[in-house]
């Protein structure tokens, strides 16, 4: 239903201004949670040719879709969000171009060519709701983001770090990046190597997190997997988890992730939430 018909439907008691309105409303998709899985072809395929593959339990604990288009051959690339859309119509669509040295498949050597295959993925009859880009994108953030906004498209801004967690003056640095050139969305993910390493990420999004629609701060290893979950109780709205198979250090199963979600009342603390991941053979 548009605004304005929603708008004036409203009993006249219960009427608010308009800007009162969109506030509540952007405030109630601040509050929902998101748990991106990853698309590739292996589970594309899996699911187009098999409605009844248990991969499809996996698609419905998702409540957010990242397709991987560097997974894909791009003769694929502009149809690949209408295909996701009909296995996955209830999952909010990230779509990214992840480059080799920051975790995925496409070129390091090409990283200039992705504006042009931006437009075409944004030329597309279906696009995903947000793109996913790297901060070492931004000399392009304000082209791809004129492209991307006649289609409703929000962007993402991505920081990988697979030696260590940012310390605070880097983490300041990005968000300052980010509020520089009003990104919609966060997101870090970056290795740890100590039990309190995801401390600062904790602190980093308490601090920040109203700034952003979209914001995932979580750490990567094995002492980094709490936090793709305890990063939600300290206030991010974005983690992820596998399906089918792992693709980052210390990723969690969808399915684990969403019963953990589902016991968040229960879980007090860290340690309670690693007991609960035990039990699924987590740890």
């Known amino acids: 239903m548009p605004f304005s018909t929603l708008f004036t439907a409203l009993p006249r008691a219960r009427q608010f201004s308009e800007a009162t309105f969109l506030y509540i409303v952007s405030m109630q998709k601040s509050n929902v949670t998101y748990l991106a899985g990853l698309i590739g072809p292996d589970v594309l395929t899996a699911i187009e040719n098999d409605s009844l593959n248990p991969v499809f339990m996996d698609l419905q ?30 999952a909010l669509q990230i779509g990214t171009i992840r480059l080799q040295q920051d975790g995925g498949k496409f070129s390091d050597n090409k990283a200039i060519e992705r504006l ?6 944004l030329d597309a009859n279906e696009v995903p709701e947000w793109l996913d880009i790297e901060r070492n ?45 009003k990104a919609d969305g966060l997101k870090i993910a970056a ?35 709490t936090s793709r979950l305890w990063s939600i109780k300290e206030g991010a709205n974005l983690t992820y988890g596998a399906i089918n198979s792992v693709e980052a250090p210390g990723q969690i199963d969808v399915i684990t992730m969403r019963k953990a979600l589902n016991n968040f009342e229960i879980l007090y603390s860290q340690n309670d939430l690693m007991a609960f991941l035990s039990k699924f053979g987590q740890f």
């Open 61 to 90: 604990a998702c409540s957010a879709i990242e397709i991987r288009y560097d997974f894909f051959e791009p003769s694929e690339w502009q149809n690949l969000s209408e295909r996701v859309r009909k296995i996955a119509p209830h």
């Open 116 to 121: 042009a295959l931006w437009k075409n993925i």
């Open 137 to 181: 994108f931004l000399a392009q953030f304000a082209e791809l983001k004129k492209m991307a906004a006649p289609r409703g498209v929000k962007l993402l801004v991505s920081e990988h770090n697979f030696v260590r967690i940012p310390n605070e003056m880097e983490l300041k640095d990005y968000l300052n990046d980010l509020k520089r050139i």
């Open 191 to 225: 290795m740890s190597n100590s039990e309190s390493d995801c401390d600062r990420l904790y602190k980093f999004t308490k601090k920040n997190r109203k700034n952003f629609e979209l914001f995932a701060a979580f750490g990567m290893g094995k002492t980094g997997k």
